[in-house]
C-alpha cells in the first residue's frame, strides 16, 4: 500500500509499477511457457517486457497525456515529443535472471523534468518491495526512510557490480577492474538488475555500486534513491553528469571517495588529471552541482560531506558502523536550507 503523502506523479507510478509487477508474477509462475527473442547475443526480451511495459504506459499517459516517455523496449515511440516531463522506464530489469527463475529483477520508473530526475519508483515483485523517492523529501522502502551504509572503510564493504554480456564489450579491462578492486574489499556480487542495484545502495544493503554500458533506464529511478538517501553517484570520474555516459559509480560518501580514484583510470572519461586526489576530484563533483535555495536536497549535503571524508587515510577513518537492515531508526539528515525540527523525517522501526 503507497503512503498518502506521496507526491500525486509518484502515486501514478507507484500505480504503474504495480500493474506492470502483477502482470511479472503471473508470468512466474509459468516462466517456461514465456515467449522469449534475443536483442542482440546475451540480450533477451520477452513478451512480459512488452506487457509489463504497455502496462506502465497506458497508466501514466493515462494521467498525464501530456508527458514524454523514454522506455526500454518501444524507445520514444509513445507520449508527447516534446514535453518537459519525460518518464523513463524500464519495465523488467534483469530479464535474464527472470527467463531463469532467478528471483532478482524489478520494475523502474523515473521522472525526468527538464533534465532533472525528480520522481522515482523502482519495485521489486518478487519480494514485493517498493522503493520510491521525490526530489527533496528523502528515500523510502515499504514507507520507512532508508539511508545508504555507514561505513568508512573499503576493505569492509560489499559491493555490487554488473559483469560485461554482449559482444565487442571489453572484457580485458573489466577482469582488470576486478582484479584492483576486489582484494580491497568485503566481497563483490554481481546480482544482475542495475536498478535494483542502486535501490540496495539506498537502502544500505550494499555500500558501493559500480557499471559500464549501462542506459538511462537501467539508472534513472535508482539515482535519485542513492542521492535522496545520502549517497553520491556519477560516473567513474566522480562527475555528476553520468545518465548519458554509459558508466555509473553510486555509493555512501566516504566509500564513493575512495572508489573514485580506483576506477578513474578505466573511465572513457579519464583525462591528464586522472591522478587528482580523491578530495580535489569529489571537490569538483560538488562545485559542479548547483542548486537554488528551494531546491537544495540531500545530495548537495551529502556531496559537501565527502569532501572533508575523501582527505582521511584509512588510518585515520572513524571507526566503521555496521550497515543495519531497514529495520533501524532512521533519522533525516539536516538540510542546506534551514534545520529539520528533531522529529522531522523520523521513522521508528517496527
Given at each position: 500500500?503507497?503512503?498518502?503523502?506521496?507526491?500525486?506523479?509518484?502515486n501514478?507510478?507507484?500505480?504503474?509499477?504495480r500493474?506492470?509487477?502483477?502482470i511479472i508474477?503471473?508470468?512466474?509462475?509459468?516462466v517456461?511457457?514465456?515467449?522469449i527473442?534475443q536483442?542482440?547475443?546475451?540480450?533477451?526480451?520477452?513478451?512480459?517486457?512488452?506487457?509489463?511495459?504497455?502496462?506502465?504506459?497506458?497508466?501514466l499517459?493515462?494521467?498525464?497525456?501530456?508527458h514524454g516517455?523514454l522506455?526500454?523496449?518501444?524507445?520514444?515511440e509513445?507520449?508527447?515529443k516534446?514535453?518537459?516531463?519525460?518518464?523513463?522506464?524500464?519495465?523488467?530489469?534483469?530479464?535474464?535472471?527472470?527467463?531463469?527463475g532467478?528471483?532478482?529483477y524489478?520494475?523502474?520508473?523515473?521522472l525526468s523534468?527538464?533534465?532533472?530526475?525528480?520522481?522515482?519508483?523502482?519495485?521489486d515483485?518478487?519480494?514485493?518491495?517498493?522503493f520510491?523517492?521525490?526530489?527533496?523529501?528523502g528515500?523510502y522502502?515499504?514507507?520507512?526512510?532508508i539511508?545508504v551504509?555507514?561505513r568508512?572503510?573499503?576493505n569492509e564493504c560489499?559491493v555490487?557490480t554488473?559483469?560485461?554480456?554482449?559482444?565487442?564489450?571489453?572484457f580485458?579491462?573489466?577482469?582488470?577492474?576486478?582484479?584492483?578492486?576486489?582484494?580491497?574489499m568485503?566481497?563483490?556480487r554481481r546480482?544482475?538488475?542495475?536498478?535494483?542495484?542502486?535501490a540496495?545502495?539506498?537502502?544500505?544493503?550494499?555500500?558501493?555500486?559500480?557499471?559500464?554500458?549501462?542506459?538511462?533506464?537501467?539508472?534513472?529511478?535508482?539515482?535519485?534513491?542513492v542521492?535522496e538517501a545520502?549517497?553520491?553517484i556519477?560516473n567513474?570520474?566522480?562527475?555528476?553528469?553520468?545518465?548519458?555516459?554509459r558508466?555509473c559509480?553510486?555509493?555512501?560518501?566516504?566509500?564513493?571517495?575512495?572508489i573514485?580514484?580506483?576506477?578513474a583510470?578505466?573511465?572513457?572519461f579519464a583525462?591528464?588529471?586522472?591522478?587528482?586526489?580523491?578530495?580535489d576530484?569529489v571537490?569538483?563533483?560538488?562545485?559542479?552541482?548547483?542548486s537554488?535555495?528551494?531546491?537544495?536536497?540531500?545530495?548537495l549535503y551529502?556531496?559537501?560531506t565527502?569532501?572533508d571524508?575523501?582527505?582521511e587515510s584509512?588510518?585515520?577513518?572513524?571507526?566503521?558502523v555496521?550497515?543495519?537492515?531497514?529495520?533501524?531508526?532512521?533519522?533525516?539528515?539536516?538540510?542546506?536550507?534551514a534545520?529539520s525540527s528533531?522529529s522531522?523525517?523520523?521513522?521508528s522501526?517496527k
Open positions: 500500500m503507497s503512503s498518502p503523502n506521496l507526491h500525486p506523479m509518484l501514478v507510478a507507484v500505480k504503474a509499477a500493474a506492470a509487477g502483477a508474477n503471473r508470468a512466474a509462475l509459468d517456461e511457457s514465456v515467449r527473442s536483442k542482440q547475443v546475451n540480450d533477451f526480451v520477452t513478451e512480459v517486457d512488452h506487457a509489463s511495459e504497455k502496462a506502465i504506459i497506458e497508466t499517459l493515462g494521467a498525464y497525456p501530456g516517455i522506455a526500454e523496449e518501444s524507445g520514444t509513445y507520449g508527447a516534446d514535453s518537459d516531463y519525460v518518464w523513463i522506464i524500464d519495465p523488467l530489469d534483469g530479464t535474464t535472471n527472470f527467463i531463469h532467478f528471483p532478482v524489478c520494475v523502474s520508473i523515473a523534468v527538464r533534465g532533472k530526475i525528480e520522481q522515482a519508483v523502482i519495485y515483485p518478487s519480494r514485493n518491495d517498493l520510491t523517492a521525490t526530489k527533496g523529501r528515500a522502502m515499504n514507507d520507512r526512510r539511508r551504509s555507514k568508512t572503510r573499503l560489499l555490487s554488473g559483469f560485461p554480456f554482449r559482444t565487442g564489450d571489453n580485458k579491462q573489466y577482469l582488470a577492474i576486478m582484479a584492483d578492486m576486489m582484494p580491497r568485503a566481497g563483490l546480482p544482475g538488475a542495475a536498478a535494483l542495484d542502486l540496495y545502495v539506498a537502502a544500505g544493503f550494499t555500500d558501493a555500486f559500480f557499471e559500464t554500458g549501462l542506459n538511462p533506464w537501467d539508472v534513472a529511478a535508482g539515482s535519485l534513491l542521492t545520502g549517497g553520491l556519477g567513474f570520474t566522480g562527475e555528476p553528469d553520468f545518465l548519458e555516459q558508466e559509480l553510486a555509493g555512501a560518501p566516504r566509500i564513493y571517495g575512495q573514485v580514484p580506483l576506477l583510470k578505466y573511465s572513457k583525462n591528464v588529471d586522472d591522478k587528482l586526489r580523491a578530495s576530484r571537490r569538483a563533483v560538488s562545485a559542479s552541482t548547483k537554488n535555495a528551494d531546491d537544495a536536497s540531500v545530495d551529502a556531496r559537501s565527502v569532501v571524508f575523501a582527505d584509512a588510518e585515520g577513518e572513524a571507526p566503521a555496521a550497515a543495519k537492515p531497514v529495520q533501524r531508526k532512521l533519522t533525516r539528515i539536516r538540510r542546506d536550507t534545520p528533531p522531522e523525517g523520523d521513522a522501526a
